[in-house]
């Protein structure tokens, strides 16, 4: 473990007001001005930001546009990096909602059931909603 000093603490602080009055560091941008405000124009570099709620309350949704669409309101730079994880989902649910919602079939669709079979048609719409993202 490192001590570290108030005086550091304090120089610290110092380069980040600086930093942040000169525009060289920026909050990554929500697509929701209300958070926006609610924060510093964003949520700052560094924290951890927990989605909760009860079960299908659109916890997926939110971080699915947070993530998204906030890549694009923060110019789509490729040195932003995030870590989104589901604790209830696992990696294979997370893309098939996402394949879902840019193509418009429904996860049983997707999946083949209740008499559908995605066609190749559909196969294409689901190559192209993973191109575009």
Known sequence: MKWISKTHQRQEALQYIDDRRKGLI???KTPWDRINDATCDGIE???VTI???RPSNGK???KDQLVNEGMLLNNGSTEIR???FSMDMSSLMVGLREISAGTGKTYTELCST???VVSDEDMMACYAT????
């Not at 993973?130 to 993202?133: H, K, T």
Request: proline residues 0%.
């Open 130 to 133: 993973v191109a575009s993202n």
């Open 114 to 116: 209740r008499g559908y």
């Open 82 to 84: 995030n870590l989104s």
């Open 45 to 47: 570099w560094g924290t």
């Open 60 to 62: 997926s949704l939110f």
């Open 26 to 28: 920026t909050s990554f």
């Open 51 to 53: 989605i909760a709620g």
